[in-house]
């Protein structure tokens, strides 16, 4: 999970330092805000999953949004990387 975070995160940082323009500090700031939210979605999900169905319902919800963060790797590097 923090491995798909990290990337996911460093994807974000790059687009916005790229195309952030006179709105960089304000879109950091959002990014930073994004991911606080999500700490507490993925609690709010883990503990749901392991309520559900104990700790391979944990293991599943934690490993959906690694499977979507891999899978959108390719689409988000592309679009970082075509941007310059």
């Known amino acids: 999970m923090g491995f798909s975070h990290a990337i996911v ?3 974000v ?3 916005i330092a790229q195309r952030g323009g006179d ?8 990014n930073a805000a994004g991911m606080s939210a999500g700490v ?4 709010l999900l883990g503990g749901a ?3 559900v169905a104990g700790p391979a319902g944990l293991a599943v919800v934690l490993a959906l949004p690694v499977a979507v963060a891999g899978a959108l790797v390719p ?3 592309r679009q970082v990387v075509g941007a310059e």
């Open 23 to 30: 709105d960089t500090v304000t879109a950091f700031g959002l």
């Open 40 to 43: 507490f979605v993925g609690a």
């Open 9 to 11: 995160a460093a994807q």
């Open 13 to 15: 940082t790059a687009a």
């Open 75 to 77: 689409w988000a590097t």
């Open 49 to 51: 999953g392991l309520a």
